[in-house]
């Protein structure tokens, strides 16, 4: 790691100093929560990533036995299905690492999107794939929801005294996935270290259940972490990004080599999900092409992770005054040191700027909206109505205060309310496809050129498990964009494992969690506006990739 300060060296030393004659690294070694707050409620009880990885070391050999029981019995795909926490880490295993010779490929579901549903189940051949439940708390919606709809197929395809071989459990002590491992014969649960929050649990079963199935040696990778977590990267590096965080620069924005992107978005949820509360926060900014120096406002501090020879030049931004962090990564096994690093890194940052960086006190208000919107439509068969603002073809406008003749134009106008040191989230609760990504990156970039604000963006419902909590904890400066859609062929969501009986669609749900998700971000005062495509998706993004042009 290498950082290039400029005028905020000092500033850096000065508080790495500061850390150092307060023992700061010693007292978390201790598990000491007054490094955070004067409560040890959420602290005491989630600093289990401290040493996980030493503990994991033991369950090295249970890992390679499980695996190759499964190898054995002729499995050679395993879906996950779970969400946040317990999906990223899998995903940049098997985004970044790939699929050993031998071993499972692997694909995440974290969606409620019906069409999703539906391509990832075309590629299934049920007598060799494995299904993960992972849940810390055993009641995540989406996650139980695909699992009652892949059991009931797996069922129909395997019959029911087949099917539970299929499934695997990660869960916590006394969760509710407990008792359905048992109900419907799981192959097996692994029970988690509870002292663990989900953004944490990268090096615990959550991620290398999966990534032992993908053939990673994973006791090579816990050993990067037990080095690293003998250095003080992360003292130093929480140091810059909480100290430049309170100098206004609260936009840390990754640039990373395409070996390695992957990881983006496991640490932005890291960094969203911690720091953002208590009309605080530090803004995560991945995915978000390299542009000229002259986009980027005075609220970016940059960071570089470089793969090997793929070397990043960012001195561009340095001549023009903009802090940067260079870190490269030798080696793919070093994802280990660096999981282990950014959580060190976010914890400091937390105490740097005067945050509890392990509870997440708004992630259940869009829940709760959620779970009233089902309920009424459980009783009435309807969600909430909403009121249109502007009918533009296919593509209805949501929003209070929404002006325009067009829906480009209530974008546009939307977007005249974005101010130096803002930030613009697309909110994208539509079908996962590459298309659709490229589109909405065109957006992105569109507003950041034209409007000098950082961007984001993310499919829905999986951000609410990663920046969601930020998007409504932290100093609303963000400006959301939501996109929504119709399916094109919904899926019934079983309201039992083996049972037939349905009251509510994917469809239903993921809208349900949108307009929860809505309504929470307004209950706080956020600039909200929501596109509702109800045909082509794509041909309603290409409308606004120009917008700024």
């Known amino acids: 790691m290498q950082a290039k300060l400029g005028n905020f060296q000092a500033t850096i030393d000065q508080a790495v100093g500061a850390m150092q004659d307060a023992n700061i690294w010693s007292r978390i070694s201790d598990l000491d929560h007054t490094v955070w707050s004067e409560s040890e409620e959420e602290i005491t009880n989630r600093l289990g990533w401290l040493d996980i990885a030493d503990r994991m070391a ?202 390695v992107a992957p990881f983006g978005d496991w640490v932005e949820q890291l960094i969203a999900e911690s720091t953002g509360k208590d009309n605080k926060g530090i803004v995560p900014v991945v995915g978000e092409a390299l542009g000229d120096v002259s986009v980027y406002g005075d609220d970016r501090l940059f960071v570089a992770i470089q793969h090997g020879d793929d070397a990043i030049d960012l001195s561009a931004l340095e001549s023009a005054g903009h802090p940067v962090v260079y870190i490269i990564m030798n080696d793919m096994y070093e994802m280990g040191a660096q999981f282990w690093r950014w959580e060190m890194a976010t914890a400091i940052s937390g105490h740097v700027i005067g945050i509890h960086p392990f509870n997440q006190p708004n992630v259940e208000s869009a829940k709760i909206i959620a779970r009233e919107m089902i309920a009424a439509y459980t009783e009435k068969g309807e969600l909430p109505a909403q009121d249109a603002t502007i009918t533009d073809g296919s593509i209805v406008v949501y929003g209070e205060g929404v002006k325009g003749n067009s829906a480009v134009e209530a974008l546009s106008n939307f977007l005249a309310k974005a101010t130096a040191g803002d930030y613009v989230a697309l909110q994208a609760y539509v079908t996962p496809d590459d298309k659709t990504w490229e589109l909405l990156d065109s957006i992105r970039i569109s507003i950041r050129d034209g409007k000098q604000v950082a961007t984001t963006s993310a499919y829905g419902p999986r951000f609410l498990h990663s920046t969601g909590q930020l998007h409504k904890g932290d100093n609303g400066s963000g400006l959301f964009i939501q996109f929504t859609s119709d399916a094109v062929n919904d899926v019934d969501i079983p309201d039992n494992a083996g049972e037939d009986a349905s009251a509510m669609t994917f469809g239903v749900l993921k809208l349900a969690q949108a307009l929860g998700d809505k309504q929470a971000l307004l209950d706080v005062d956020r600039r909200v506006i929501r596109f509702h495509f109800s045909s082509d998706v794509n041909a309603g993004l290409e409308a606004f990739t120009s917008a700024f042009d």
């Open 58 to 259: 033991d369950e090295v050999d249970n890992l390679s036995t499980f695996t190759n029981a499964v190898r054995e019995d002729g499995y050679d795909y395993v879906l996950l299905m779970g969400m946040g926490g317990s999906s990223l880490a899998p995903e940049v295993f098997s985004l970044t690492f790939g699929q050993a010779d031998g071993y499972l490929a692997l694909d995440i579901l974290d969606t409620t999107d019906a069409d999703a549903v539906r391509n990832i189940e075309a590629k299934l051949d049920y007598s060799k794939t494995l299904f993960i439940v992972a849940t810390k708390s055993g009641g995540t919606a989406e996650t139980l929801s695909a699992f009652k709809y892949f059991y009931n197929r797996t069922t129909e395809a395997l019959g029911e005294d087949a099917a539970g071989a299929h499934f695997v459990g990660i869960t916590d002590p006394g969760s509710k996935l407990l008792g359905i491992g048992d109900e419907f014969k799981f192959r097996k649960v692994f029970v988690n270290d509870p002292n663990i929050g989900g953004r944490y649990s990268a090096l615990s079963f959550f991620g290398l259940v999966p990534a032992s199935l993908l053939g990673i040696d994973v006791g090579r990778l816990l050993g990067t972490a037990i080095s690293e977590a003998q250095t003080e990267h992360g003292l130093q590096l929480g140091a810059i990004m909480g100290e430049l965080a309170k100098a206004g620069r609260d936009k840390i924005t990754f640039i990373t080599s395409d070996a």
